[in-house]
């Protein structure tokens, strides 16, 4: 007889105990094991328990184990979440399997060993055999819906509570967010707010809505909403900086001439343009769409041109603002030297734009879906051994439970943004699908969309300073993990299995557009590296510069209202604070879109930063050691962002590494 030590770790979770009994069997090249009772009557979270497994003969290398738990006699059935199984063979091998999910049925489930093995790498039919029943059984709990015609499809689920075990939240997430949303609601009833439909007479008043929510940003932005330099610094470093780009011709239906604007230093409009100092939002998505009734009540939403100036102070300042993309009479072109509630009416139509464009192009189209795209082709097609399963499920954590969320609570028939936004019901899935044939490989990869924007110079962009850093350390990361598994090119196209994932992507995620420049197979270990760069960055870091900064810019509502309930002024000299009043949203609409802010802008105590990494899906050294090197990298990229911080006005920390969720969370 020969004897196997088998180390159980279990995950320290709530719930991960089991009192169930639990089985394994060991499998290798040249036998198996008999089905062993682990003798344990409970096996505690947190555990890490030794047993012994005899065996007649020795079994080889160690391909894989079967793991069983059933349900014993009058005992209830239970989950129970083991982290991995060390096995220390008689020869003084030892073999990790690396597990990290629930256990809950009375299945038999088998786990491979930690190394990670490509499909043409498999000599074993084992091997083979367990690798095909995997993905045969993933196809079954990971398949595609279609939420909307034009939009990427999304994972095939009858709400959160039915994804397979390992993807949906923690205990720890799911109590938190389950209270975080409840006492925002609870604090907004008992003020009386959720169900007063009358306007605001004040905007001091809006200041006591959440009152012990402040941020110190969001402070901030009450105090300086209205001015210029302001308006436009969070077109670089607010919740969305994806939009603006530099302007050397003015479209042509948007007709600013020399004599309409000011610019200092005897410069004009012309020669600004020239000399490449000239920026512009066009909000073009939002043309034409009709714009939701809210409580019975139409609501307006424009589509609008914006034009900055950057001064040689090196701020960037707004210059002109049309409301329409179509000129007209009725379609004025406001200017900083309008009256003041004309020029801040203005603003505040173009804000309420940015509110629609940020929360449903560059925030749930182009990270939370595609995220969830890249989630379930992964899922779906590579197996836990395979090496790209192994980089990139870190970056899947919650990712399909939060977003089938956000169908139910947000985008939903009963949904908050359907209820209240501008853009709500019908105009959704409108303006999803415009954004969504706009959508780019180049726009995705954050060097490139700069270089397309012509934006690598402009002066205190702190999103494209840190996030270039943070795409250049990634991709380093990135480009030594799959070149340690990766030889040539000729591995790549072998790789049945990786031509699947990035064909499924491909079909599902941009609708087998080839014009958005997405591969449809991969033939270079370059591709490869550059790809997983993009989901990975799109995944945490994007993520993290368009969702993190929410409240901080919207908890005070004028500076992003979600809906404006009166028709944007159509001759200059109308306006006024009354004018301005009437036209926000009436005060539980206001309460409604700050609460939902405030939510998603909330970390959980359970947030795995950037770079960290609680589950060990690589064993080999040399992985391991390339993500104590990244991890080493990001740390540093995040002392200096402190240290640039510190001497800021406005601090910039949105691209921390230590601010940055491993993936779309919230």
């Given at each position: 007889?020969?004897?196997?030590?088998?180390?159980?770790?279990?995950?320290?979770?709530?719930?991960?105990?089991?009192?169930?009994?639990?089985?394994?069997?060991?499998?290798?090249?040249?036998?198996?094991?008999?089905?062993?009772?682990?003798?344990?009557?409970?096996?505690?979270?947190?555990?890490?328990?030794?047993?012994?497994?005899?065996?007649?003969?020795?079994?080889?290398?160690?391909?894989?184990?079967?793991?069983?738990?059933?349900?014993?006699?009058?005992?209830?059935?239970?989950?129970?979440?083991?982290?991995?199984?060390?096995?220390?063979?008689?020869?003084?091998?030892?073999?990790?399997?690396?597990?990290?999910?629930?256990?809950?049925?009375?299945?038999?489930?088998?786990?491979?060993?930690?190394?990670?093995?490509?499909?043409?790498?498999?000599?074993?039919?084992?091997?083979?055999?367990?690798?095909?029943?995997?993905?045969?059984?993933?196809?079954?709990?990971?398949?595609?819906?279609?939420?909307?015609?034009?939009?990427?499809?999304?994972?095939?689920?009858?709400?959160?509570?039915?994804?397979?075990?390992?993807?949906?939240?923690?205990?720890?997430?799911?109590?938190?967010?389950?209270?975080?949303?409840?006492?925002?609601?609870?604090?907004?009833?008992?003020?009386?707010?959720?169900?007063?439909?009358?306007?605001?007479?004040?905007?001091?008043?809006?200041?006591?809505?959440?009152?012990?929510?402040?941020?110190?940003?969001?402070?901030?932005?009450?105090?300086?909403?209205?001015?210029?330099?302001?308006?436009?610094?969070?077109?670089?470093?607010?919740?969305?900086?994806?939009?603006?780009?530099?302007?050397?011709?003015?479209?042509?239906?948007?007709?600013?001439?020399?004599?309409?604007?000011?610019?200092?230093?005897?410069?004009?409009?012309?020669?600004?343009?020239?000399?490449?100092?000239?920026?512009?939002?066009?909000?073009?998505?939002?043309?034409?769409?009709?714009?939701?009734?809210?409580?019975?009540?139409?609501?307006?939403?424009?589509?609008?041109?914006?034009?900055?100036?950057?001064?040689?102070?090196?701020?960037?300042?707004?210059?002109?603002?049309?409301?329409?993309?179509?000129?007209?009479?009725?379609?004025?072109?406001?200017?900083?030297?309008?009256?003041?509630?004309?020029?801040?009416?203005?603003?505040?139509?173009?804000?309420?734009?940015?509110?629609?464009?940020?929360?449903?192009?560059?925030?749930?189209?182009?990270?939370?879906?595609?995220?969830?795209?890249?989630?379930?082709?992964?899922?779906?097609?590579?197996?836990?051994?395979?090496?790209?399963?192994?980089?990139?499920?870190?970056?899947?954590?919650?990712?399909?439970?939060?977003?089938?969320?956000?169908?139910?609570?947000?985008?939903?028939?009963?949904?908050?943004?359907?209820?209240?936004?501008?853009?709500?019901?019908?105009?959704?899935?409108?303006?999803?699908?415009?954004?969504?044939?706009?959508?780019?490989?180049?726009?995705?990869?954050?060097?490139?969309?700069?270089?397309?924007?012509?934006?690598?110079?402009?002066?205190?962009?702190?999103?494209?300073?840190?996030?270039?850093?943070?795409?250049?350390?990634?991709?380093?990361?990135?480009?030594?993990?799959?070149?340690?598994?990766?030889?040539?090119?000729?591995?790549?196209?072998?790789?049945?299995?990786?031509?699947?994932?990035?064909?499924?992507?491909?079909?599902?995620?941009?609708?087998?557009?080839p014009q958005s420049g997405i591969p449809q197979s991969f033939t270079t270990v370059s591709e490869l590296i550059k790809f997983a760069t993009m989901v990975m960055f799109t995944s945490s870091s994007q993520h993290a510069a368009v969702n993190n900064g929410q409240?901080?810019?919207?908890?005070?509502?004028?500076?992003?209202?979600?809906?404006?309930?009166?028709?944007?002024?159509?001759?200059?000299?109308?306006?006024?604070?009354?004018?301005?009043?009437?036209?926000?949203?009436?005060?539980?609409?206001?309460?409604?879109?700050?609460?939902?802010?405030?939510?998603?802008?909330?970390?959980?105590?359970?947030?795995?930063?950037?770079?960290?990494?609680?589950?060990?899906?690589?064993?080999?050294?040399?992985?391991?050691?390339?993500?104590?090197?990244?991890?080493?990298?990001?740390?540093?990229?995040?002392?200096?962002?402190?240290?640039?911080?510190?001497?800021?006005?406005?601090?910039?920390?949105?691209?921390?590494?230590?601010?940055?969720?491993?993936?779309?969370?919230?």
């Amino acid at each position: 007889m020969v004897d196997y030590e088998v180390t159980v770790y279990t995950g320290n979770r709530v719930h991960a105990t089991t009192v169930n009994p639990v089985h394994i069997k060991l499998v290798g090249t040249d036998g198996e094991s008999d089905r062993t009772w682990l003798r344990s009557l409970v096996i505690f979270r947190g555990a890490v328990t030794t047993y012994t497994v005899s065996c007649p003969n020795s079994l080889g290398r160690l391909l894989l184990i079967e793991l069983d738990k059933r349900q014993f006699f009058i005992l209830p059935g239970d989950a129970w979440f083991p982290d991995k199984v060390e096995i220390k063979s008689p020869e003084n091998d030892i073999y990790t399997f690396p597990i990290y999910c629930w256990i809950s049925d009375s299945e038999t489930h088998r786990f491979r060993e930690g190394k990670a093995l490509r499909i043409f790498d498999e000599s074993h039919p084992l091997g083979q055999y367990a690798r095909e029943q995997e993905l045969s059984r993933r196809n079954v709990d990971y398949g595609w819906d279609l939420y909307a015609q034009g939009l990427p499809y999304s994972i095939k689920a009858d709400g959160p509570m039915t994804l397979p075990d390992e993807v949906q939240f923690s205990f720890t997430k799911a109590t938190e967010f389950a209270f975080t949303a409840a006492t925002a609601v609870a604090e907004l009833q008992l003020k009386g707010l959720t169900d007063n439909q009358e306007n605001w007479t004040s905007l001091d008043d809006i200041n006591d809505v959440f009152r012990n929510k402040d941020t110190p940003l969001s402070d901030y932005v009450q105090q300086h909403w209205k001015e210029d330099d302001f308006f436009a610094y969070q077109y670089l470093n607010g919740p969305h900086p994806t939009l603006i780009r530099r302007c050397k011709t003015l479209p042509g239906n948007f007709p600013v001439t020399d004599d309409m604007v000011f610019i200092p230093n005897g410069s004009n409009l012309s020669n600004e343009l020239k000399r490449g100092n000239i920026y512009l939002c066009d909000y073009k998505h939002l043309d034409g769409l009709q714009a939701n009734t809210v409580q019975g009540i139409q609501q307006y939403m424009m589509a609008p041109l914006v034009l900055f100036h950057k001064r040689p102070d090196d701020k960037l300042m707004p210059i002109a603002i049309q409301l329409k993309q179509t000129p007209a009479e009725d379609n004025p072109i406001f200017l900083p030297t309008d009256s003041t509630y004309d020029w801040l009416t203005a603003k505040i139509f173009v804000r309420s734009a940015d509110f629609t464009e940020h929360q449903l192009n560059a925030h749930l189209l182009r990270t939370h879906l595609l995220a969830e795209v890249f989630a379930v082709s992964l899922l779906r097609n590579l197996p836990m051994v395979h090496p790209l399963y192994k980089l990139l499920v870190p970056h899947t954590r919650y990712t399909l439970q939060i977003n089938e969320q956000a169908r139910d609570t947000l985008i939903g028939p009963k949904g908050s943004f359907t209820l209240f936004a501008a853009s709500g019901g019908e105009s959704v899935t409108k303006i999803l699908a415009r954004s969504q044939s706009s959508i780019t490989y180049r726009s995705l990869c954050i060097h490139e969309d700069i270089a397309d924007r012509d934006m690598q110079d402009v002066p205190n962009f702190y999103y494209r300073d840190d996030g270039l850093q943070i795409w250049n350390i990634m991709f380093k990361f990135v480009q030594g993990m799959i070149q340690y598994y990766y030889k040539s090119d000729d591995e790549i196209q072998r790789d049945s299995e990786l031509q699947t994932y990035i064909g499924d992507i491909f079909e599902h995620g941009f609708l087998s557009q080839p014009q958005s420049g997405i591969p449809q197979s991969f033939t270079t270990v370059s591709e490869l590296i550059k790809f997983a760069t993009m989901v990975m960055f799109t995944s945490s870091s994007q993520h993290a510069a368009v969702n993190n900064g929410q409240f901080d810019y919207g908890g005070w509502m004028p500076n992003t209202p979600l809906t404006l309930q009166r028709p944007p002024p159509t001759k200059k000299g109308t306006t006024s604070e009354a004018t301005m009043l009437q036209t926000l949203p009436v005060i539980n609409v206001t309460v409604q879109g700050m609460a939902v802010v405030w939510l998603l802008s909330r970390q959980s105590s359970d947030f795995v930063p950037l770079g960290h990494y609680p589950e060990d899906h690589f064993t080999e050294e040399i992985p391991r050691q390339l993500q104590k090197d990244y991890k080493a990298e990001l740390d540093k990229l995040s002392t200096t962002i402190n240290n640039r911080n510190k001497t800021l006005e406005i601090p910039y920390t949105y691209l921390d590494p230590k601010n940055v969720e491993n993936s779309v969370a919230i």
